[in-house]
């Protein structure tokens, strides 16, 4: 069988090809809703996690070894949206597929959202799994915390512990639940440069937001500031 005159080329002149070839590639999947966020317009190209195997460039699908090789190029310049635990998983699971964690290494850009992203946050759920992923990602510069649709009526800080507030959804019970969230895992993540929290006025939920970014802000950047690590956090309406 003759080999592709392409494959013969040394690694470094491959590498070298595949990163221009996919400069400018887009994921072949249809918009994320909320894409036209004034928000999302400064962000790069997102999408779950889960739709990876579909959406990647007709190159990286060609065959096993162009996909070993030019995905993370591909995955280097996306930034990766996970909006459930499933989507954790399947995106794992995927990345376990390229050789040499040059997947893993490859995610430079991740933001995590959805209805449930502070249930998946309390404590007496165990080890927070959001941010267990994220430090499998040893390039990962950049967190975006979407909290648009998260299920919530309030966070508030008591006694240097985050809590979240619920509104009881059993007729019967009138009083709220609190629940403690488990942020200590992100701290861990030594090669973010940025943690952005994306939030905006949910109708139907009263969130105190100008509290939460008051103090939430400052308080994630004094915890990575006490481990020695200087992290960019911002808040964006």
């Not at 909290?147 to 059993?170: A, I, T």
């Amino acid at each position: 069988m003759t080999m592709c005159p392409l494959l013969a080329l040394p690694r470094e002149i491959r590498d070298m090809i595949w990163g221009l070839a996919l400069q400018e590639a887009q994921l072949e999947l249809p918009p994320l809703e909320g894409k036209a966020q004034d928000y999302d317009k400064a962000l790069p190209i997102t999408t779950t996690g889960k739709a990876f195997g579909d959406g990647l460039p007709a190159l990286c699908r060609t065959s096993k070894q162009l996909f070993e090789e030019s995905t993370p190029f591909f995955l280097s310049r996306i930034m990766v949206t996970c909006t459930s635990a499933s989507e954790i998983e399947e995106l794992l699971h995927f990345l376990e597929k390229i050789p040499n964690n040059e997947g893993f290494k490859a995610i430079h850009q991740l933001r995590l959202g959805g209805k449930d992203m502070f249930c998946r946050w309390q404590h007496r759920q165990g080890e927070n799994k959001d941010f267990a992923a994220l430090k499998r990602f040893p390039k990962l510069e950049d967190v975006l915390f979407d909290v648009r649709q998260c299920g919530h009526e309030e966070l508030f800080l008591r006694e240097g512990v985050w809590y979240c507030r619920y509104e009881s959804d059993q007729p019967r019970l009138i009083e709220p639940t609190f629940e403690k969230l488990d942020l200590n895992g992100l701290f861990e993540c030594t090669s973010l440069k940025a943690v952005i929290i994306v939030k905006t006025h949910h109708v139907g939920l009263v969130i105190h937001w100008d509290d939460f970014h008051d103090r939430m802000a400052p308080w994630i950047h004094k915890q990575f500031a006490d481990k020695g690590l200087e992290v960019s956090v911002m808040k964006v309406a």
